[in-house]
């Protein structure tokens, strides 16, 4: 399902550049010339993100930006800025907008910040502001789940949401650790402030210190105009460092500099800004291993993980599947236009039974697809695709046709991680460093990968 874009902007020019470039990215786009036609088709029309321009005749940016935070809720919005008014874009960050970018258009940079708000918007739906039955017996804080692993969850949730204390969120990718941040920072006293995500991973090593610290005019070739880091957007409120694990070294010690002192320095800059922040820190890698190794300062280690929350893979929590589908059918039914009631007997032993090493975004995206290319009102086992192994096999158990569970799971992933690969790399032709940004890994993970699956790109 394509993504619904609208553009904003009282210049035809922009409007169809940025139609164009986004078009070619996949996306479905419409356009306004001003904030007026836009709250008109965002009251008639769905829509998965608005990129608008700041300064329009009549009703501009920010009365755009004010009528979304109040109507649409969860609806990102990215700014539009000239250079010169790059102080405004950031006063629209701290209402609530989720990005800006700058005229004229760096194409990683607008991708990167499309794609990073597409995601959040896809997440956001998942929020049981949609539903409010779901709080009632089906979760809490905006998450479903009734198992154990998930009280507990819930139980650290309540107890240090409200503080200033840093938290380390730990977990298998696709568990639901941007939610939990999200939960944590919507139950504190810093709901009203901003919520700022860092994905480290998918950050260039060369781009680290000036995507966390921001950087000043003339500070290196290109910088035309000076632009705050993250913790500068975040300040007063939560900033989360999602793949932590992934930081370069030297970033490491700039980081816990920051974090013990509450004090960033823009590269260029000669003197350090004062940050209020609450920061919560996500990875799906063993930080105490990674210390062990070597790779990860035991120092920085300390100082994040004040307050773990682990948050369990879906196969120790398999009785919250029903519960997990039952919340992507009601979604997808609306989202889709289709009227699928349930799953059968069948179909939910299947997903019962199967490993999900993908986690819940994996059961997300076999639901979605089970909705979209059925065309009966309740599913069964051939209806959601992506379960059975390659040799059509059973899904699960340790004796099937003489393969071990671990070895189905192992190859079912590994096809699957070769397939997006190489997709993600035919969608950004073949740069390594744009794919891997797509992928949300490192650049050096990406080679890693593409050598083990005979992809090219032998790491450096």
Excluded at 158 to 163: H, I, R, T
């Amino acid at each position: 399902m394509r993504s619904r874009i609208l553009v904003v902007d009282d210049e035809p020019s922009i409007r169809k550049v940025l139609q164009a470039h986004l078009a070619r990215d996949g996306h479905a786009v419409e356009t306004a010339t001003d904030g007026g036609e836009a709250i008109t088709r965002l009251e008639g029309e769905p829509f998965d993100l608005v990129i608008t321009d700041l300064k329009m005749p009549g009703v501009g940016g920010l009365e755009l930006l004010a009528h979304v935070r109040q109507n649409l809720p969860g609806l990102p919005l990215i700014v539009i800025t000239a250079h010169g008014t790059v102080d405004s874009a950031v006063e629209a960050l701290k209402l609530g907008a989720f990005d800006y970018i700058t005229k004229p258009f760096d194409l990683a940079e607008l991708r990167t910040a499309v794609d990073k708000a597409l995601r959040v918007e896809k997440a956001s739906r998942r929020s049981v502001q949609e539903d409010p039955g779901w709080r009632e017996g089906k979760g809490r804080f905006d998450l479903i789940g009734v198992t154990p692993s998930m009280q507990r969850v819930y139980a650290l949730v309540e107890k240090v949401a409200d503080s200033p204390t840093t938290v380390l969120l730990v977990g298998e990718s696709g568990t639901g650790k941007e939610l939990v941040a999200r939960a944590l920072h919507s139950h504190s006293g810093r709901r009203d402030k901003p919520f700022v995500s860092v994905n480290c991973g998918a950050i260039p090593e060369n781009l680290f210190e000036s995507e966390l610290f921001g950087y000043e005019k003339g500070a290196f070739t290109g910088a035309v105009t000076s632009k705050p880091g993250r913790f500068e957007l975040a300040d007063g409120g939560t900033l989360l460092l999602d793949e932590v694990g992934e930081l370069p070294r030297d970033m490491q010690v700039k980081l816990l500099r920051a974090l013990q002192e509450r004090k960033v320095e823009r590269v260029g800059g000669i003197r350090p800004t004062a940050v209020d922040v609450r920061v919560i820190a996500a990875t799906n890698v063993d930080l105490a291993a990674a210390v062990a190794a070597g790779r990860f300062r035991e120092d920085l280690y300390y100082r994040l993980n004040v307050i773990q929350i682990r948050l369990p893979p879906l196969r120790e929590r398999r009785e919250d599947i029903p519960l997990l589908v039952e919340h992507f059918l009601a979604r997808f039914n609306e989202r889709l236009g289709k009227h699928v009631v349930g799953v059968d007997g069948a179909g939910m032993a299947q997903l019962m039974a199967w490993s999900w090493p993908g986690n819940i975004r994996e059961l997300e995206n076999v639901v979605e697809r089970g909705v979209l290319l059925s065309d009966v009102d309740v599913l069964g086992a051939d209806s959601l695709p992506g379960l059975l192994p390659p040799s059509g096999g059973p899904t699960a158990g340790p004796d099937a046709d003489g393969v071990g569970l671990k070895e189905l799971v192992r190859v079912h992933t590994a096809k699957l991680e070769r397939a997006l690969i190489l997709k993600s790399l035919e969608q950004e032709g073949g740069n390594v460093t744009r794919a891997a940004r797509r992928l949300e890994i490192s650049r050096k993970s990406l080679q890693l990968k593409m050598k083990e699956y005979g992809l090219r790109e032998d790491p450096e």
